[in-house]
Structure formats: C-alpha cells, structure tokens
C-alpha cells in the first residue's frame, strides 16, 4: 500500500511563502510522475504542477507560473510557493502516477495524499 503524506499548510499573508512537502511511503518507484493539486471550497479541484521522474521536467498551471516551484528528492516532493495571493487558499494535494509522462490530468494520478490547508489572508 503506497501512503502519500503532505505537510507545511497553514495561514500566510499575501505575499508570504509556503514550502509544502509529500513524503512518499509504502512502495518503491521506480521513476513516477508526481504532481499538486488544489481544491477551494465548492470547486473543483485543479492542477498546479506536475514534475516528471527523477526531477524530470517541471510544468505548471498558468496562474502559478513564476511564484511556484515543484521539486523531488528521493521520496519526497515539494511544492514552494512564493508571492502568495489569496486566490491560492485552497487544500493541497499531493499525488503519484504510474505513467511515465507528466500529466495535468487528475484522472492520471493513482495514489493521492489526505491534503494540507493553505490560507492566504488579503
């Protein structure tokens, strides 16, 4: 059973910074695709970046080009969020594929994380 397990929410000033982080357990990958999600209240939830294995390409939604950062190391994935803006405040999710091509489709991910709040206050 492969557990996803997110960390580093919480409530932020706009403008602030988070660094979000997912620990990877239960199962060795060999070169997964893993990406963040966001889902505000009463929306779907959307793609925010996905990175490709060992720190392959990186891509991003548009609305987070430039002030987001994903990254990989080991079992672990990070999402490092600058210039935060009250647009962002949502819960996070990590999520792994078993595909080998990076995907902004959430149908594509197979294994997702419990989620982590993030608030940005105006």
């Known amino acids: 059973q492969v557990s996803l397990v997110e960390s580093g929410g919480g409530l932020v000033q706009a403008g602030g910074s988070l660094k979000l982080s997912c620990a990877v357990s239960?199962?060795?990958?060999?070169?997964?695709?893993m990406g963040w999600f966001r889902q505000a209240p009463g929306k779907e939830r959307e793609f925010v970046s996905t990175?490709?294995?060992?720190?392959?390409n990186a891509y991003y939604h548009d609305s987070v080009k430039g002030r987001f950062t994903i990254s990989r190391d080991g079992a672990t994935l990070y999402l490092q969020m600058n210039s935060l803006k009250p647009e962002d405040s949502a819960v996070y999710y990590c999520?792994?594929?078993?595909?080998?091509?990076?995907?902004?489709?959430?149908?594509?991910?197979?294994?997702w994380g419990q989620g982590t709040q993030v608030t940005v206050s105006s």
């Open positions: 999520a792994a594929s078993l595909t080998s091509v990076p995907s902004s489709d959430k149908t594509r991910y197979r294994y």
């Open positions: 239960g199962r060795t990958f060999t070169t997964p695709v």
């Open positions: 990175i490709g294995g060992r720190g392959g």
